[in-house]
């Protein structure tokens, strides 16, 4: 059973500031991990996808990925009060069914 | 990513009675998966929903209390029998659509069922 275990939130930044939502796994056979922003009242959105060790770059977010340590994080660069929502991380089984992480909410203050 | 809608978008339901939530796609897809989100936790996979095979259920979620169909490669239901308060959640189709580097799943808006 994949267990996918995120930073307990709930995550303030300042307008501006870099948020980082962080998530571990325990299956080492992962291959790829995903990222989902939730607004409120709305479905899971894809943000963010990563399946080779170190960083991925798209516009203000980076995704980081470390196998050694089963750790990939999210780290928002800018952060903007548009971009708070919450956060989930996914990880796909062997049928490719995703198990996500408990969220994190992230504010972003102005 | 292809155009995903569902039906109904929310309901007031009695307890004892069942609900059919429809999940239509605007492309043909092989994989289809409904998820489950409780108030204020994160989603849970309740089946994967194949055409022309049986709907693989995970842990805990039984075909009696969560029938699927999937007759086409754009169409599936999901339904919630013998509703009871425990069954208020969000329910959630979606799709996977294959990129060059993986497989990426794309959700509709949701169905809001709220159990009285």
């Known amino acids: 059973q994949k267990e996918v275990e995120q930073n307990s939130g709930p995550l303030s930044v300042p307008e501006g500031a870099i948020a980082s939502l962080n998530c571990t796994y325990s299956?080492?056979?992962?291959?790829?991990f995903f990222w989902y922003r939730q607004y409120s009242g709305k479905s899971p959105e894809l943000i963010m996808f990563?399946?080779?060790?170190g960083d991925k770059e798209d516009g203000r977010f980076t995704a980081q990925l470390n196998k050694a340590s089963q750790y990939v994080s999210l780290l928002i660069r800018d952060s903007q009060p548009s971009d708070s929502a919450t956060y989930l991380c996914a990880v796909p089984g062997s049928a490719r069914q995703l198990t996500f992480g408990s969220g994190t909410q992230l504010t972003v203050l102005p | 990513s292809a155009v995903i809608s569902q039906k109904p978008s929310r309901d007031i339901c009695q307890r004892g009675t069942s609900l059919t939530i429809q999940c239509q796609v605007d492309s043909q897809v092989t994989m289809m998966f409904w998820y489950r989100q409780q108030p204020g936790q994160s989603l849970t996979l309740i089946a994967t929903a194949n055409q022309g095979s049986e709907a693989t259920y995970e842990s805990g979620f039984v075909i009696d209390k969560f029938p699927i169909s999937r007759p086409n490669l754009t169409f599936s239901t999901l339904t919630v029998s013998n509703m009871s308060p425990e069954d208020s959640s969000i329910y959630l189709c979606s799709v996977e659509a294959a990129s060059r580097a993986t497989y990426e799943q794309y959700f509709g808006p949701g169905t809001r069922l709220t159990v009285t």
């Open positions: 990563i399946y080779s060790n």
């Open positions: 299956d080492r056979g992962s291959q790829s």
